[in-house]
C-alpha cells in the first residue's frame, strides 16, 4: 500500500469470470486509494476491460466481491447502482460517442437527465466550461463522425466528467492513436486528477502510458495479478518471468 | 472439466435449445417493453423525433408504390370484370381490396424493409460500439430510450402511412378509371365508400397497429441483441427485415380469420 494514499475506496476479492470456457478472470484481488491513478496492465484479451465492466456493472462476476465506497455492487438493486454509478466516469476505448448527436448534445444528455432543474445558462457553462478544459471549444456543434480518434477519446473523457465522477476508469485510452496525440491524453489523464480530484484505474497494455499517468501498476497476466506496485518495483526489479516478458515484449514492440 | 461438459451439454439439440432459448429472448424483449412503457421518463422528444425519421421520411417511398399498386391492380382487374360487363363494380372492387388488404400489407412491408433494416442497423451499430453501455453506465435506460421510443413510433406512425396508402392507391385507381371507363371523380368516390364499411376501416387500423408494433420491436431487438462487430450490424439489419416480414404475413393471416369471425358472425 502506498504510504500517501490511505483511504480505500475500491475493495476487489477473488473476483472470477468465465466466458463458456473462456476463464478470463481466476480470482483477482485489487484495492484502488483515494487520488491514487492504477494502472492495469496486461496483454490483448487478458481480461483488463472485463474487471473494470464488472466494476460498473456491466457484466457480473461468477465469483468474488466488489466493494466500491463501502457498498457491494452484486447486491445492489438497479436504483442503487445507478446511484454509484453516477460516481464513476468510464471512457471507452472507443470513445462511445453518440453518432446521431452533436459534441453539445453528447455531453448534455448525461447531465440533463441525471441533475434535475439546470438552466440552459448553466448547462452550457458546464459544457463549454469542459470542452474548453480538453482543449476542444471548437468541436461543440460537430458530429462525432467529423472528429478524428484523438478528439473523439478527449470528448469522450470529457462527457464522463460531466457528471462530476470521484473513480475514473479509463479503457485502454491510448489505444490506436499517434505517439503525440498519446503524450495529449496522458496528459490529459493526470489534469482531470489534479483538476476533479478523481481516482482512478488505467486500463492499457502501452508502458509509456502507464508510466507517465500511474502511481502504481498491476500487471494482469492470466487471469491473475502476477505484480502490483510501482514501475520500478514491478518491471526494473522483476523477477517473475511473466512479468519480464511483458515487459520485453512491450520494448521490443 | 467435467462440470464444463455437463454445462454446455445440449437439452434436446443444439439448434432446438438456440431457438427456444432465443424465443424465450424475444417474450422477455416483448414483456420488458410492456413493463416500462408506462412509467416516466417518457422521452416525448426522442418519440417525436422517431415519428419524423419513420413517417415523413418514408412518404416519397410509400406515395411512389401506394400510386402504382392502384393503377396496376386496377389494370389487372378490369379484363375479369369486362368479360361479365362488370366494370362499373371497379371502384368498389379495388376500395375493397385496398382498404382490407394490401394498403395495410404493402405499406407494412415497405416500413419492414425501410424501417425495420434502419432501426436494427442503428440499435446494432451503437450496441457494438459500445454507446448502449456508455448509457448504461451514466445511469440512462437505454431501453427506455431507444426501444420504448422507436416501438412507440412505429406503432403510431405505420396506422397513419396506412391511411396515407389507402388514398394515394385510390388515386391511382381513380386516374386508371377515369381514363378507361370516363368515371368522374365524385362518382369514383361514391362507390368506394359505398364498398367500404366501419369494420374494414376499422379492422385495417387496428392491424396496422400491430404491423407497426412489429416491425418496430423485431428491429429493436435484432439491433439489441446483435455482436460480432460490423458483420453482426449487418445480420442484424437483415434479418430484422426477414423476421418482421415473416411475422407480418402470419399477422395477416390472423387478422383475416378474426374479421371474417365478426363480419359473418
Not at chain 2, 80 to 86: C, D, Q, W
Request: hydrophobic share 45%; glycine share 6%; aromatic share 10%.
Amino acid at each position: 500500500m502506498p504510504s500517501d494514499y490511505t483511504k480505500k475506496i475500491v475493495e476487489i476479492r477473488g473476483v472470477k469470470k468465465s466466458f463458456d470456457e473462456n476463464h478470463v478472470l481466476r480470482g483477482v484481488d485489487l484495492d484502488l486509494y483515494e487520488r491514487e491513478n492504477l494502472v492495469v496492465l496486461g496483454k490483448s484479451g487478458s481480461g483488463k476491460s472485463v474487471l473494470i465492466k464488472l466494476m460498473v456493472g456491466l457484466l457480473q462476476q461468477d465469483e468474488g466481491t466488489i466493494n466500491i465506497f463501502g457498498q457491494d455492487t452484486t447486491k445492489l438493486s438497479l436504483k442503487d447502482l445507478n446511484k454509484l454509478r453516477l460516481k464513476i466516469g468510464f471512457a471507452f476505448q472507443a470513445s462511445a460517442l453518440y453518432d446521431s448527436m452533436t459534441v453539445r448534445e453528447n455531453m448534455e444528455f448525461p447531465l440533463v437527465r441525471n441533475v434535475k432543474n439546470l438552466t440552459r445558462k448553466e448547462i452550457n457553462l458546464k459544457v463549454e466550461g469542459l470542452l474548453d478544459s480538453v482543449g476542444l471549444p471548437k468541436t461543440i456543434n460537430q458530429m462525432p463522425a467529423e472528429l478524428s480518434g484523438g478528439q473523439k477519446k478527449r470528448i469522450g473523457i470529457a462527457r464522463t466528467l460531466v457528471l462530476e465522477p470521484e473513480i475514473m476508469l479509463y479503457d485502454e485510452p491510448t489505444a490506436g492513436l499517434d505517439p503525440t496525440t498519446c503524450i495529449d491524453i496522458n496528459n490529459l489523464i493526470n489534469q482531470v486528477r489534479e483538476e476533479y480530484n478523481t481516482s482512478s484505474i488505467v486500463i492499457t497494455h502501452d508502458l509509456t502510458c502507464a508510466k507517465v499517468t500511474g502511481d502504481r501498476m498491476a500487471v494482469l497476466i492470466e487471469g491473475q495479478f502476477q505484480a502490483i506496485g510501482s514501475f520500478e518495483e514491478v518491471f526494473a526489479q522483476a523477477k517473475d518471468p511473466k512479468v519480464k516478458s511483458f515487459y520485453d515484449y512491450n520494448f521490443i514492440q | 472439466m467435467s462440470e464444463n461438459i455437463e454445462r454446455n451439454k445440449p437439452v434436446i439439440s443444439k439448434k432446438l435449445d438456440k431457438f427456444f432459448t432465443g424465443l424465450a429472448d424475444a417474450f422477455r424483449f416483448v414483456k420488458r417493453f410492456f413493463q416500462e412503457v408506462w412509467f416516466p421518463p417518457y422521452e416525448f422528444k426522442e418519440v417525436l423525433r422517431q415519428c419524423y425519421e419513420i413517417g415523413y421520411r418514408s412518404l416519397p417511398l410509400i406515395s411512389l408504390t401506394g400510386f402504382i399498386v392502384g393503377i396496376v391492380f386496377t389494370n389487372q382487374s378490369r379484363p375479369s370484370l369486362s368479360e361479365f360487363g362488370a366494370t362499373s363494380w371497379l371502384p368498389a372492387l379495388i376500395s375493397i381490396a385496398i382498404i382490407r388488404a394490401m394498403g395495410p400489407l404493402v405499406t407494412a412491408l415497405i416500413a419492414a424493409g425501410k424501417v425495420g433494416s434502419s432501426i436494427g442497423a442503428e440499435i446494432g451499430s451503437m450496441k457494438v460500439t459500445e454507446q448502449i453501455d456508455a448509457m448504461e453506465v451514466s445511469a440512462i435506460n437505454p431501453f427506455k430510450y431507444l426501444v420504448v421510443t422507436r416501438t412507440i413510433a412505429t406503432t403510431l406512425m405505420i396506422p397513419i402511412l396506412v391511411l396515407y396508402t389507402d388514398f394515394v392507391a385510390l388515386i391511382g385507381s381513380f386516374i386508371n378509371v377515369n381514363q378507361n371507363e370516363l368515371v368522374s371523380l365524385s362518382t369514383f368516390f361514391v362507390q368506394v365508400f359505398e364498398a367500404i364499411s366501419f369494420l374494414d376501416v376499422f379492422s385495417s387500423l387496428i392491424k396496422s397497429l400491430v404491423f407497426g408494433f412489429t416491425i418496430g420491436i423485431v428491429g429493436c431487438y435484432k439491433g439489441y441483441n446483435s455482436s460480432n462487430g460490423t458483420e453482426g450490424v449487418g445480420k442484424a439489419a437483415n434479418a430484422s427485415v426477414v423476421m418482421s416480414m415473416f411475422l407480418i404475413f402470419i399477422e395477416e393471416l390472423l387478422a383475416l380469420q378474426i374479421v371474417n369471425a365478426i363480419r359473418y358472425a
